[in-house]
């Protein structure tokens, strides 16, 4: 175990019936997968949550099994104005946000060459700057507070990148360094960030969200479009589990130090391990021709 002061997670267990010192998270993208067994986990250890979805119709089901302590919020990370709204209604109806978590997201296939411009502008708009408009809106509460959890759901896709995913890859890179600088940033005024890391989840990711480009060039065929193929294929058969994800998550932010990196699951701790090799390998490996680009020392 690398952090021994966080234990593997069981069922959720706190009780029922909520007090003013019950937890309040927001979870954004709660329609289905990651975000929504996220909601149900805490909801089902006595949180309260503010479980949003672009369509809110999406989870006024589950939202209505828990009560007062489960809001039902529409919130598209790409619409400002329901970021606002969905937020102060959330303060509002409970006093505070102790648990934010950026878990909107979704996967772009085409090679790089291949990308469509628009597409791509909305796969930024929704992975990095959504996450960055919740963040302002969430932030003057916490800082206001001197407390606060966040967690931003990245990707092993964060550390390491392959072909037909590259625009996947870069808006996931974008959030770990965005997510480093914020935790640097906050930590001193009582605010813990942590980059959620999952390999392969069986959700809707490689499914029915999935989008990817018309074009595709028939030279990419045997890199990215074999890539393409294969991720597609995944779907329904990854080896990660969103419920258990989820406790994991829950365990995390309790903690009394989260941590600022949790890969999420056994591939992701493989892959991570393999790029964490490869980057020493060729770091070392150039070491005189980097070092000689320094000034001559006087
Ligand atoms: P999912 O089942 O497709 O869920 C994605 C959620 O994001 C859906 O609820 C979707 O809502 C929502 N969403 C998309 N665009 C949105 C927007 N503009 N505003 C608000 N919500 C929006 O996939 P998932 O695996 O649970 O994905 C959750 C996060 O995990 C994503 O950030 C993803 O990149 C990351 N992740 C997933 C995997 C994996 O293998 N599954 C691996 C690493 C990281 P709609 O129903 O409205 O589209």
């Not at 952090?3 to 979870?27: D, F, K, Q």
């Not at 950026?102 to 930024?124: K, P, Q, T």
């Not at 890969?263 to 493989?270: K, M, Y």
């Amino acid at each position: 175990m690398t952090n021994g002061a966080i234990a593997v997670p069981n069922e959720p267990s706190r009780a029922a019936g909520a007090t003013e010192g019950t937890p309040v998270w927001l979870i954004t993208g709660c329609s289905s997968g990651l975000g929504r067994a996220l909601a149900e986990h805490a909801l089902k250890r006595g949180d309260r949550v503010a479980v949003t979805a672009r369509d809110a119709a999406s989870v006024t089901g589950l939202a209505a099994a828990y009560g007062d302590r489960a809001l039902a919020l529409r919130l598209d990370v790409t619409d400002p104005e329901s970021v606002t709204a969905a937020v102060e209604r959330c303060e509002k109806e409970f006093g505070r946000i102790d648990v934010l978590v950026n878990n909107a997201g979704y996967g772009y296939l085409a090679a790089i060459e291949e990308g469509e411009d628009a597409a791509v502008r909305d796969l930024y708009d929704t992975n990095v700057h959504g996450v960055v408009s919740v963040l302002k809106a969430v932030l003057p509460g916490m800082r206001a507070r001197r407390a606060g959890r966040i967690v931003n759901i990245s990707s092993f896709g964060g550390l390491a990148a392959f072909a037909a995913t590259g625009y996947y890859h870069a808006t996931k890179f974008a959030l770990e360094g965005l997510s480093e600088s914020l935790a640097a940033e906050v930590a001193p005024l009582g605010i813990a960030v942590t980059i959620a890391e999952p390999g392969g989840l069986r959700t809707q990711w490689a499914g029915t969200s999935m989008r990817q480009s018309k074009t595709l060039l028939p030279d990419y065929e045997q890199t990215a479009g074999e890539r393409r193929s294969s991720t597609l294929a995944v779907s329904g058969r990854q080896p990660g589990d969103p419920v258990r994800a989820a406790a994991v998550i829950a365990a995390v932010v309790d903690a009394e130090k989260p941590p600022l990196r949790l890969l999420l699951g056994s591939d992701a701790l493989a892959g991570a391990r393999a790029r964490l090799d490869r980057l020493r390998g060729e770091i070392d490996a150039n070491e005189a021709l980097t070092t000689s680009a320094d000034r001559e020392q006087a």
